[in-house]
């Protein structure tokens, strides 16, 4: 029986911990679509007339994803917490 409720209490973790990720990685999409629409410091120029588009596209998008799929999964293991007086 233990055995059942832990990995129903890790089921549960790691669903929290992916939900977050998936806010985090939303928010790196819009983040990223943004900032290409308004074509900030020439990015999308750049990215248009380079003969490597996918691997521009690629390496920009997998780096939002990782530092905001990261970022989200930071603030809901940090809501975690409640602050008691």
Do not use: C, N
């Not at 790196?28 to 990215?47: K, R």
């Not at 390496?59 to 007086?85: C, H, I, P």
Request: aromatic share 10%; charged share 10%; no cysteine.
């Amino acid at each position: 029986m233990p055995s059942t409720t832990a990995a129903k209490q890790q089921r549960r973790l790691l669903m929290f911990l992916l939900h977050h990720l998936i806010y985090g990685t939303v928010g790196g999409v819009v983040f990223g679509l943004l900032i290409l629409l308004f074509d900030i410091a020439g990015l999308w120029t750049m990215i248009a007339h380079s003969p490597d588009r996918t691997l521009s596209l690629a390496l920009l998008f997998f780096g939002l994803f990782v530092t905001f799929g990261s970022l989200g999964m930071a603030v809901g293991v940090m809501q975690l917490g409640e602050e008691r007086d």
